[in-house]
T-cell receptor, first 114, second 112 residues
């Protein structure tokens, strides 16, 4: 079946502009995660959605970052007034939220802020 | 915050040899550990997981060992193949499962 998809695959934007990154999780997966991966680094947790519960936003680095998940499926990560330090690969993952917590990752969106 | 680190940032092995990738963690309350493989330009791919009530778990050509006494996790890959070349991450989580803490990764290169 289809895996997690993300769009766009690459995004180049000017400093100060807003960007929206999209994630389509695997159908039926109730949990959705956003991570940020800087060059040569591990994954930094950003935000987590589980079903209809309030999202865990504790990983968002600043109030310029926000995310929504509509209808328990598609999610959008928005970065306002982008800064050069926001340049990274943004990864989305979804999970069935069963006993394994196994996450399935999308290919990521590479964001470059010039 | 949590600290998940790796002992070696790079590892090179001969094809056919066994590989061992190590990981140290700091949160004794973590009860779930996962290994991911990330190939260039792709998202991480789940390899194997282990719960804190276990010491060892085996998969296909992979074995994960957990030593809670010294807070150490390792991934063993048997008969390493060129397709195993990738960056390997360990991650830890508590039983709520909503936050996973990833290490910086070990780059494994398999020499044909």
């Amino acid at each position: 079946g289809a895996g997690v998809s993300q769009s766009p695959s690459n995004k180049v934007t000017e400093k100060g502009k807003d960007v929206e990154l999209r994630c389509d999780p695997i159908s039926g997966h109730t949990a959705l995660y956003w991570y940020r991966q800087s060059l040569g680094q591990g994954l930094e947790f950003l935000i987590y959605f589980q079903g209809n519960s309030a999202p865990d936003k504790s990983g968002l680095p600043s109030d310029r970052f926000s995310a929504e998940r509509t209808g328990g499926s598609v999610s959008t990560l928005t970065i306002q007034r982008t800064q050069q330090e926001d340049s990274a690969v943004y990864l989305c993952a979804s999970s069935l939220w069963d006993s394994s917590y196994e996450q399935y990752f999308g290919p990521g969106t590479r964001l470059t802020v010039t | 915050g949590e600290s998940v680190g790796l002992h070696l940032p790079t590892l090179s092995v001969q094809e056919g040899d066994n590989s061992i990738i190590n990981c140290a963690y700091s949160n004794s309350a973590s009860d779930y550990f996962i290994w991911y493989k990330q190939e260039s330009g792709k998202g991480p791919q789940f390899i194997i997981d282990i719960r804190s009530n276990m010491d060892k778990r085996q998969g296909q050509r992979v074995t994960v060992l957990l030593n809670k006494t010294v807070k150490h996790l390792s991934l063993q890959i048997a008969a390493t193949q060129p397709g195993d070349s990738a960056v390997y991450f360990c991650a830890e989580a508590t039983n709520t499962g909503n936050q996973f803490y990833f290490g910086t990764g070990t780059s494994l290169t398999v020499i044909p």
